[in-house]
């Protein structure tokens, strides 16, 4: 049995919508980041794909710098996190939407 380049679009997009609806309905920053990262993870499974499928090495070496430009992201991210949580004590969206004091 042979994975095609339909199961990998498919599983990326499952994995896209998973993120995308985490981040509509989540509450908590943390769980919001995560789902962003998952989303990021999706489109870098599809341009692995066509990259795979079309017998080039351009995907893949766009993933490279795509995750080499989540891992700065990451460690903004969680920082700008931990700030907002040692100011207002709490990661929960609903409390935070005051960001002006």
């Not at 679009?9 to 919508?17: K, Q, R």
């Amino acid at each position: 049995m042979t994975v095609g380049l339909n199961e990998y679009i498919l599983l990326s997009a499952i994995l896209f919508a998973i993120g995308f609806f985490g981040v509509l309905i989540r509450k908590n920053t943390l769980v919001i980041y995560m789902c962003l990262e998952l989303m990021l993870v999706a489109s870098t499974v599809a341009l692995v794909a066509f990259s795979h499928f079309n017998r080039t090495m351009d995907g893949n070496v766009f993933v490279f710098f795509i995750l080499t430009v989540a891992a700065a992201e990451v460690a903004v991210g969680l920082a700008i996190i931990v700030a907002l949580f040692r100011r207002r004590q709490t990661i929960q969206v609903e409390e935070l939407n005051a960001l002006k004091n």
